[in-house]
C-alpha cells in the first residue's frame, strides 16, 4: 500500500505531464474505458454483488444508490462516449484584449491540477469523475465509501488499464490507499499537491472536510429540496410534476423532500394530490390542514422541514402567501434546487431571483437538475457552494483561466 504523501507526488507529477496531453489522446483513453466497461460487465457486477453482500443493513434508498446493473453500466459507458464528444475546454481563449502600447492580453483555460474527489455509495461516479477530470486534464484521486470498495476497484481496475494502453500517465487516477478518517483529514491539508477537494455526501463528512482542508472546497451537500406550488398554478401540471419529482429517484439529491403550497389552491389540488401520492406509495406528513383531508397523512414535526428523507416519504405544508413560501425556502433550503409551479410570469421571475440555490425551476420538475440533462455530458456533483463553480459541474467547471500577454519588447515605462 502507498503512503500518502507517495501517492499525492504520484498525482502531481502526472498533473504535469496531463495539462500538455493533447484531445485525441484523452479521447482514445475514453474510448478505450467506455470499450473495457462494456467488455467487462460480468466481472463488475460480480464484484459489486460482494459489496451488496456484505452491506445487507443498508437502508433501501443506500441500497438503490449502491446496486450496478446492466443498464447502470450502460449508462456510465454512455456517459464517458459523450464527454468525447465534447469540446476539449482546455487551451481555449475566453477573452482577448490590445492595450495601447501594442501588447495583447488574453485568458486561457487551464486544467485546476490534482483534485481529491470524496464521495459515497454511487460506484458509479468514479467513472464520471474520471472521464470530466481526463478530458480536462486534471488528475483525480478518489475515496469512494467503505460500502462500495469492491465496486470501486474493479472499476478503477478498468480505469487504469485504459490509461496505461492510450499511455496517459501513471497516477492520473487513484483511490485513496488508505481508508481511514486521519488519512483524509490529512490529505486535504497538503496544498502542495492538491489543489482542489470536491467531498459530496453526507454532512457530517463534509463538514470534517471543511474543518480540515488547507485547500478550496467546493461542497456538495445534502439535498433538501422544495416545490412550491402557488395560488395561479395548472393543477394537473402541479400533481404530474410532484409525482416525478418525488417518486422517480427518491435516493437521489435533487428529489424533493418537501411540498409547499399556497392556501388558495390547497383545497383544490390537495385531495387528488394525496390519493396519487399514497397510490405511489409515498408516506405523508403534512401541518394540520394538510393532515385534515386524510387519515392516512402523519402530523409533521418541526424537524421534519429540515429533514432529507432519500425515501418515498414527503412533507407537506400549506402557505399564506408567495412571499411566506420564499421565506420557508430561505429558513430551510440546503441551496441545492428549489422550483415554483405558476402561470404567473411575474411571481417566476421574482422567485427564480430571490431563491439562493444553485438551480431554481419554474414549472419543471427537479429531477431534471443533473449535468447529463443539462447537456454538460457528465457532472462531478452539484456544487451547493457560492461560488462561480455552482450546480451541476461539468467539463468547464473543472477548469479555470490564466492570463498570458504577447509582446513584441513592451517594456514598464
Known amino acids: 500500500m502507498k503512503n500518502i504523501e507517495e501517492q499525492l507526488k504520484l498525482a502531481k507529477e502526472a498533473s504535469n505531464q496531463l495539462r500538455i496531453v493533447d484531445t485525441k489522446k484523452k479521447n482514445n483513453f475514453l474510448n478505450k474505458l467506455s470499450d473495457l466497461l462494456m467488455e467487462n460487465k460480468q466481472e463488475i457486477l460480480q464484484e459489486n454483488k ?101 465496486s470501486n476497484t474493479v472499476l478503477l481496475k478498468f ?39 470536491v467531498p459530496r455526501g453526507r454532512e457530517k463528512l463534509i463538514n470534517t472536510i471543511k474543518d480540515n482542508a488547507r485547500v478550496p472546497v467546493i461542497a456538495h451537500e445534502r439535498g433538501l429540496c422544495h416545490m412550491y406550488i402557488d395560488s395561479e398554478a395548472d393543477k394537473a401540471m402541479a400533481i404530474k410534476l410532484v409525482l416525478n419529482a418525488k417518486t422517480s429517484n427518491p435516493s437521489t439529491c435533487n428529489t424533493i423532500e418537501k411540498v409547499l403550497i399556497h392556501k388558495d389552491i390547497a383545497d383544490e389540488i390537495l385531495p387528488d394530490l394525496i390519493l396519487k401520492l399514497i397510490e405511489a406509495g409515498v408516506e405523508i406528513r403534512g401541518d394540520e390542514k394538510v393532515c385534515s383531508l386524510s387519515d392516512s397523512c402523519k402530523l409533521a414535526l418541526e424537524e421534519d422541514w429540515d429533514e432529507e428523507y432519500l425515501d418515498m416519504i414527503v412533507a407537506i405544508k400549506i402557505v399564506d402567501s408567495f412571499e411566506n413560501s420564499i421565506k420557508h425556502i430561505e429558513e430551510h ?34 429531477r431534471l437538475v443533473d449535468g447529463g440533462v443539462f447537456g454538460l455530458g457528465a457532472e462531478l456533483g452539484i456544487s451547493t457552494s457560492s461560488i462561480h463553480m455552482r450546480g451541476p459541474m461539468g467539463i468547464k467547471d473543472l477548469t479555470v483561466t490564466k492570463y498570458i500577454v504577447l509582446g513584441d519588447g513592451q517594456i514598464r515605462e
Do not use: H
Open 333 to 366: 433550503s440546503s441551496g441545492l434546487t428549489d422550483s415554483i409551479i405558476t402561470e404567473n410570469k411575474e411571481k417566476a421571475d421574482k422567485f427564480l431571483q430571490a431563491v439562493n440555490s444553485a438551480v431554481v425551476l419554474v414549472n419543471a420538475s427537479n
Open 159 to 197: 480505469i487504469n488499464q485504459a490509461l496505461e494502453e492510450a499511455g496517459l500517465p501513471v497516477g492520473s487516477v487513484q483511490q485513496l490507499e488508505d481508508r481511514s478518517y486521519e488519512a483524509l483529514a490529512e490529505v486535504v491539508k497538503q496544498d502542495k499537491y492538491v489543489d482542489l477537494v
Open 50 to 150: 460482494k459489496d451488496l453482500d456484505l452491506n445487507e443493513g443498508l437502508t433501501k434508498a443506500m441500497k438503490k444508490r449502491l446496486t450496478l446493473t446492466e443498464d447502470s453500466i450502460k449508462g456510465m459507458v454512455d456517459g464517458v462516449r459523450e464527454i468525447v464528444d465534447l469540446d476539449d475546454p482546455i487551451g481555449v481563449i475566453e477573452e482577448k484584449w490590445s492595450r495601447p502600447n501594442g501588447m495583447e492580453v488574453a485568458k486561457m483555460r487551464v486544467p485546476i491540477g490534482v483534485i481529491v474527489f470524496v464521495y459515497e455509495s454511487r460506484p458509479n461516479v468514479i467513472v464520471d469523475a474520471t472521464g470530466l477530470c481526463i478530458k480536462s486534464g486534471n488528475v483525480l484521486i478518489a475515496r469512494g465509501g467503505k460500502e462500495a470498495i469492491y
